[in-house]
């Protein structure tokens, strides 16, 4: 099992935790694919992602091919001769040859269960709207968007504090245990992969900002999910005065409120069957600070108009 030859596929720092866990458990990773250095800063410098610098800490080699229209890619990852594939967060787009290179194939770790809520941002989906419960799917990739067969799945109840920062953790803590449970059994092909039932599936679309503005005219839990659903980054926002205005940690009310006001001195903001206490907020061009903090230094008037 361990001489298996593995290519892993990342690039954000979610990706680095099940690297390091496979390398920490000696599996055999022979090469890393990830996204190209990008500039980023203000000096607009060439970084590598997460997944790059982590590889080369390890002494893996790293491939950072732009995509996998050109065939040289296509013919350097075959001839990397690779039994099986791990890609969680890349964010290219494998081609059949690839998919079918590896004799146990290309698998994937999702966070969701799955058909519910393919696509790119599925924990900040399950908090939108509200579920109860999620998890991790590790499924077989084929040619059609997290579509494929699943090798194993692992549930977890969202508890109503949770924001998507926490929720992550969650996440990671059972996805590393099921990839680690799952691999033996999958390569020994001791596991039945269960084919998704396409009339069930619901798509995380891309985030934009445009998604993350609040809505104070909805309900206090639609405002509170949303809320939660990009803390602590990028975090949701709405516009008071001339200033966008991030809010990171709230607590919710249930009761009669204008919504889209501020109702009260202490920055209650309302909605429309309730109002949010904002806790964690965060200026234009400045760090994320407690409520009383904030209050020092900005300025509003009761029964002034959000988002106006």
């Known amino acids: 099992m361990k001489n298996i030859r593995i290519i892993f596929m990342g690039t954000p720092s979610i990706a680095c935790g099940y690297f390091k866990t496979l390398i920490e458990k000696n599996y055999n990773v022979i090469a890393t694919f990830t996204q190209p250095p990008r500039k980023k800063g203000r000096g607009m410098k060439l970084q590598q992602s997460p997944m790059h610098e982590e590889s080369l800490k390890h002494n893996i080699p790293v491939l950072h091919p732009t995509n996998f229209s050109d065939q040289k890619n296509i013919e350097s990852f075959i001839e990397l001769k690779a039994d099986l594939v791990i890609v969680i967060a890349y964010g290219l787009l494998l081609p059949n040859k690839v998919l079918e290179a590896p004799r146990y194939g290309c698998i994937n770790i999702h966070f969701s269960l799955l058909p519910r809520w393919r696509g790119a941002s599925p924990i900040e989906y399950a908090l939108l709207n509200g579920d109860k419960e999620t998890g991790v799917t590790i499924f077989r990739l084929v040619n059609k968007l997290d579509s494929g067969p699943v090798i194993s799945s692992m549930s977890l109840i969202i508890e109503d504090h949770m924001d998507k920062n926490e929720l992550t953790l969650k996440l990671n803590q059972i996805g590393k245990k099921l990839l680690l449970t799952s691999l033996p059994n999958y390569i020994n092909n001791q596991i039945t992969l269960m084919k998704q039932n396409d009339k069930e599936?619901?798509?995380?679309?891309?985030?934009?900002?445009?998604?993350?503005?609040?809505?104070?005219?909805?309900?206090?839990?639609?405002?509170?999910?949303?809320?939660?659903?990009?803390?602590?980054?990028?975090?949701?926002?709405?516009?008071?005065?001339?200033?966008?205005?991030?809010?990171?940690?709230?607590?919710?009310?249930?009761?009669?409120?204008?919504?889209?006001?501020?109702v009260n001195d202490k920055f209650h903001l309302g909605c429309k069957d309730g109002l949010i206490e904002p806790l964690i907020v965060q200026r234009e061009g400045k760090k994320p600070m407690p409520i009383q903090e904030f209050l020092k230094g900005f300025h509003f008037t009761v029964s002034q108009k959000i988002n106006a």
């Open 201 to 262: 599936s619901i798509y995380a679309h891309k985030i934009h900002s445009k998604d993350r503005k609040i809505d104070f005219f909805s309900s206090v839990n639609d405002v509170y999910n949303k809320i939660k659903a990009f803390s602590p980054k990028p975090a949701a926002w709405c516009v008071i005065g001339n200033e966008n205005i991030k809010i990171i940690k709230c607590e919710k009310q249930y009761l009669k409120s204008l919504p889209s006001t501020i």
